[in-house]
């Protein structure tokens, strides 16, 4: 249960929890300015900790406010909380302003089993999710290797992405890690290439996969994608044509949004780019809904 709502100094609010998230700078600068000409509008969210308050809910806000230097206390509630309940605070609390990403849930899981000592069960049920959440979340950390760690935690790697890798020895999750970036492989594509390496029976064939993923994945699948089909007329052959180049350009724009759209687009390119992605959407519906057609009446 939260207090009523007290001023703290900054210098007076712990940060020690905000290794359980990620930090958003673009989301500091927008409430930084949002500090400066509304003030606070809601109360940061701390509880007691080693005779000082560590904050829970708000470290965005906290970052926006210390770099005001006008600003020098913030309005806070304080929760009535242990350190495990906290932890619990800390994601059920971002639930609610916003979903925390997979990596932030798995750090506070994590935390919960190995520092705390509780049980996956216990986590499960503290936290209000089915105990194979728990497992995922868990093994994003424990077997997911360092380098796809950075890649998920600056926004490269997608989780689901992520969970792919982890199916593979972390001495593996390296090599296809780079094939993923060189390649911009989907996560369709990426399934298949774990797929694909599981199976492979010589590291010679594990090296030709990750060298020519696609080319790998087409003869798994007994199938060949040539230029030409000599099944078509010449306007069958140049719409085979189009539909090829234009799924090869789906497929990298699709591995572009999940692993890389995100991480490095300032507020400002978000706003110029948001009416072309509002027409691509647009464009991709109407192409699927038209494809759809064509292939029913085929």
């Given at each position: 249960?939260?207090t009523?709502?007290?001023?703290l100094?900054?210098?007076?609010?712990?940060e020690?929890?905000?290794?359980?998230r990620?930090?958003?700078p673009?989301?500091?600068?927008t409430?930084?300015?949002?500090?400066?000409?509304?003030?606070q509008?809601s109360?940061?969210?701390v509880?007691?900790?080693?005779?000082?308050y560590?904050l829970?809910?708000?470290?965005?806000?906290?970052?926006?406010?210390r770099?005001?230097?006008?600003?020098?206390t913030l309005c806070?509630r304080?929760l009535?909380a242990d350190?495990r309940?906290?932890?619990a605070?800390?994601?059920?609390?971002?639930r609610?302003?916003?979903?925390p990403?997979?990596?932030?849930?798995?750090?506070?899981?994590h935390a919960?089993?190995r520092e705390?000592?509780?049980?996956?069960v216990?986590v499960a049920?503290?936290l209000g999710?089915?105990?194979?959440?728990?497992?995922r979340?868990?093994?994003l950390i424990e077997?997911?290797?360092e380098?796809?760690?950075?890649?998920?935690?600056?926004?490269?790697l997608?989780p689901?992405?992520a969970?792919?890798?982890?199916?593979?020895?972390?001495?593996?999750q390296?090599d296809l890690?780079a094939?993923?970036?060189?390649e911009?492989l989907t996560?369709?594509?990426?399934?298949?290439?774990?797929d694909?390496l599981?199976?492979a029976?010589?590291r010679?064939?594990q090296?030709?996969?990750?060298e020519?993923?696609?080319e790998a994945?087409t003869?798994?699948?007994g199938?060949?994608?040539?230029?030409r089909?000599?099944?078509?007329?010449?306007w069958?052959?140049?719409?085979?044509?189009?539909v090829?180049?234009l799924l090869e350009?789906?497929?990298?724009?699709?591995?572009w949004?999940?692993?890389?759209?995100?991480?490095?687009?300032?507020p400002?390119d978000r706003a110029v780019?948001?009416p072309?992605?509002v027409?691509?959407?647009g464009?991709?519906?109407?192409?699927?809904?038209?494809?759809r057609d064509?292939?029913?009446a085929?």
């Amino acid at each position: 249960m939260a207090t009523d709502p007290i001023d703290l100094a900054l210098a007076d609010i712990g940060e020690h929890f905000a290794r359980y998230r990620v930090r958003a700078p673009a989301a500091e600068r927008t409430l930084e300015a949002s500090l400066r000409r509304y003030g606070q509008l809601s109360p940061v969210v701390v509880f007691r900790w080693h005779d000082h308050y560590e904050l829970i809910d708000g470290f965005k806000r906290l970052a926006a406010a210390r770099s005001i230097r006008e600003l020098s206390t913030l309005c806070a509630r304080v929760l009535d909380a242990d350190e495990r309940s906290a932890k619990a605070a800390l994601y059920t609390l971002n639930r609610v302003s916003g979903r925390p990403s997979e990596l932030e849930e798995a750090w506070i899981v994590h935390a919960l089993v190995r520092e705390d000592g509780l049980s996956q069960v216990e986590v499960a049920e503290l936290l209000g999710r089915h105990k194979s959440w728990v497992c995922r979340r868990l093994a994003l950390i424990e077997k997911l290797g360092e380098p796809a760690q950075a890649d998920l935690h600056v926004g490269l790697l997608s989780p689901t992405c992520a969970r792919q890798l982890v199916r593979l020895p972390a001495g593996n999750q390296a090599d296809l890690l780079a094939v993923i970036r060189r390649e911009a492989l989907t996560l369709h594509e990426v399934t298949g290439v774990v797929d694909l390496l599981q199976r492979a029976p010589s590291r010679e064939l594990q090296q030709y996969i990750l060298e020519a993923p696609r080319e790998a994945l087409t003869q798994a699948d007994g199938r060949r994608l040539p230029s030409r089909n000599p099944r078509l007329s010449g306007w069958g052959n140049d719409v085979w044509k189009r539909v090829g180049v234009l799924l090869e350009r789906l497929a990298r724009m699709e591995a572009w949004l999940a692993h890389e759209g995100r991480a490095g687009v300032t507020p400002t390119d978000r706003a110029v780019l948001a009416p072309q992605f509002v027409r691509l959407a647009g464009a991709a519906t109407a192409v699927a809904a038209l494809a759809r057609d064509f292939e029913a009446a085929a």
